[in-house]
Nanobody, 117 residues
Framework: QVQLVESGGGLVQAGGSLRLSCAVF????????YGWYHQAPGKQRELVAA???????NYLDSVKDRFTISRDNAKNTVYLQIDSAKPEDTAVYYC???????????WGRGTQVTVSS
């Protein structure tokens, strides 16, 4: 079983920066990739960034060059650095861990990010 706990959300002004953290608890042997999703009010949840076991990353087009996903294996933590924040980045951000072997994606409870204009 894997548990994910997000932190670091809050209020930031447009153009500012924020770093989200996702602490990973439990056995991660079956985890193939980690991701960050966001869900804005009235919109569907969408994947904004992901990082694979080998470190390969991919991003939603609208956040490329502004968001950076990274992983610290020693700390069992996944990060999402948000730079040049925009009001449209306002959303609840969820951390995920994907385990193909277990045919399961684990989700955290989310952390709110609000970007003021």
């Amino acid at each position: 079983q894997v548990q994910l706990v997000e932190s670091g959300g809050g209020l930031v002004q447009a153009g500012g920066s924020l770093r989200l953290s996702c602490a990973v608890f439990g056995s991660t042997l079956s985890i193939n990739s980690y991701g960050w999703y966001h869900q804005a009010p009235g919109k569907q949840r969408e994947l904004v960034a992901a990082i694979g076991r080998g470190g390969t990353t991919n991003y939603l087009d609208s956040v490329k060059d502004r968001f950076t996903i990274s992983r610290d294996n020693a700390k069992n933590t996944v990060y999402l650095q948000i730079d040049s924040a925009k009001p449209e980045d306002t959303a609840v951000y969820y951390c995920t861990a994907d385990s193909p072997a277990m045919a399961k994606t684990y989700w955290g409870r989310g952390t709110q990010v609000t970007v003021s204009s």
